[in-house]
DNA sequence: AATAAAAATGCAAACGTTTTCATTTTAAGG
DNA sequence: CCTTAAAATGAAAACGTTTGCATTTTTATT
């Protein structure tokens, strides 16, 4: 029997194939990492005995002197929702396209979370990791300024971050929203928004809302600015609720997951959007286009920010470090689609 | 300066650690891996020093003897897509409470694809993979093989799988909602179904509804059978061209994404439904209970199959091998909605 | 208090690659 | 065909842990 130095593990290791090629191990590691610096015949008789072997290289082995272990992180603040999906998607075919793979983890809109899930990427020596919005703990942060790890901020631009970022306008995106429904008269709107503590996101646009009805001189009450989680059920319930009471002709949701909910309890109630009630949202996730009205919201192009992002974490750290441009912007689109209509 | 082997490159390693707490590398090792066997005094001390120098374990390093990583590989067919968002979520946080990781890659109903996909996760070492399906190339599954890789198959139940599986009955479920529709009295159905090559679960759900289509006597014609992608506008745009020459009393769809489709469709054409048109999914995902109408489906329990995954892949890899129950089944729930009415 | 057994710790050899440096082979120039 | 430079390959030392074995310390027993 041939030395086969790991076989009893069942797998095939790099010495198995050095042997088999009638090379030595380095070469081996030339003709995976550095093709062309192996002649031509080597590099078939290489080939030719990893495939006979089966071999699949050890890249974690390998990242023991590399530095690089060709992983990147990705946290969300959820995965069961329509809202990051298609970022996630993207980030992580793109990250495919570099020949890295993707480590996800959410932490539930409880950023306290990401310290123990930052660390737990931290162990599994992470290249880089992409991060949704500015609202971060210290603690985290500095464990990866200290080790150096590329570091993205996604989803929302902001020219003054200290880290890169990868984003869009969230205020303008909800200036534009907010912009649109008075410009179609109306004056009594209600604001139904996630909450937006720790929530970059959903604080910007809200401040966009609310810069429109202080250029209107209108102001944005208690009565009229509700609270609500990224649930369509709840939503929907939250609506159902105040359209009791509430007398408003269009309402603004912090995301399109509540306009879908508000939309639905329009329909259990028999109201009528956009007539009785016009109705704008934020993001423009699957669905939106196609329900019934269709939603009038701003697309984010979210799969852009996904690849983005992973284009340049990998840059990171295959050139130097910092990108050149530092703060990334992506174009938002209003879509006028509805479930808006003038007063 | 102290001696600190590694910090050029920015972190401490575990003989720094060591030397800060006077002992031996090999005693913090042990406190990180099996706390129990030091003494307390020694236990306290170098966890301060751990603290101190802000150390974070290198996993990969320690993989090196192991033979585990704490990795664990999930590959599905769409990562955007509301059908496998609840699944992915409650995999990766079973994953974290077993101190693992989750590695994602989505094959975009490409099999073929999957074979990279495996192959890249390999090379990082996981040490099991969950499966959508039973429909995989060999290619891959023989790689898994080779290396004893934990595997299995999640969604779909079936007692003759030779991985183990985790999943629901969608024969059984296909059954459910057609039976549903000619309890109601139709007789007059439209199927639209995803293609259901390479895809087990659509076929099974598939079989279900023309089992019932067989024991009623009536035949399941090509005029009466579409073809449709998981996307609800295509849905809709599809569902509006048939509805044009179609006198169906009620449509059974091979999914919820679908069934969305269908319901928005109706709404443009100015039907309603259920009075002119029954519809029934599968799957309920977010927003098929909330919708209006409400949409009558079959509710598979996407969490408890995540959370039975990464429960058993865990215990496979620290057990022996196969699990106790190698089939595991989870209960559906039939969902009577708003979408179906007698006829 | 002495001895045996058990518990805690240290030493040094792995783990499977990559990489530097040295050596051999090939190609180029005259 | 010989010399020199360039290209290809090999030998061996890393990389940061874990772990088997040996050694020391502690605890229990008489």
Chains 1, 2 share one sequence.
Not at 168 to 181: I, M, S
Request: proline fraction near 4%.
């Amino acid at each position: 029997m041939a030395k086969r130095s790991r076989s009893f593990k069942g797998a095939p290791g790099i010495v198995d194939v050095a042997a088999r090629a009638e090379v030595s191990p380095a070469t081996v590691s030339r003709f995976f990492n550095n093709p062309d610096v192996v002649k031509t015949p080597t590099r078939k008789r290489i080939e030719k005995a990893a495939n006979d072997l089966g071999y699949i290289r050890d890249r974690m082995a390998g990242s023991m002197h590399n530095r690089f272990s060709g992983t990147i992180g990705l946290i969300v603040p959820t995965i069961d929702n329509a809202i990051f999906s298609e970022l996630i998607e993207a980030f992580a075919s793109q990250l495919l396209e570099h020949d890295r793979t993707m480590l996800i983890a959410a932490h539930g809109y409880e950023l306290k979370r990401e310290i123990g899930i930052v660390r737990s990427l931290l162990e599994r020596r992470i290249d880089g990791i992409a991060l949704v919005g500015q609202d971060h703990d210290a603690v985290p942060m500095n464990m990866l300024a200290q080790r150096n790890i590329p570091v993205v901020s996604i989803w929302n631009f902001d020219a003054n971050s200290s880290i890169p970022c990868i984003g869009a306008d969230n205020f303008e995106a909800g200036r534009l929203v907010a912009q649109h429904l008075f410009d179609l008269g109306h004056r009594n709107i209600t604001v139904i928004f996630p909450d937006t503590n720790h929530n970059d996101r959903a604080r910007d646009r809200l401040s966009g809302v609310k810069s429109v009805f202080k250029s209107q001189q209108l102001s944005l009450s208690h009565k009229n600015l509700m609270t609500c989680p990224y649930d369509i059920g709840e939503a929907k319930k939250l609506t159902m609720k105040i359209l009791q009471s509430n007398r408003s002709t269009a309402v603004v949701c912090g995301n399109d997951i509540i306009s879908h909910g508000v939309i639905f309890a329009c329909q259990a109630l028999g109201l009528n959007v956009p007539q009785d009630l016009s109705i704008v949202g934020i993001g423009d996730f699957a669905g939106s286009a196609h329900m019934e009205p269709g939603l009038t919201t701003v697309r984010l192009p979210a799969k852009r920010i996904g690849i983005l992002a992973a284009d340049t974490l990998v840059a990171m750290n295959e050139t130097g470090i910092p990108p050149k441009n530092k703060h990334q912007e992506v174009e938002m689109r209003f879509m006028h689609r509805g479930s808006t209509a003038v007063v």
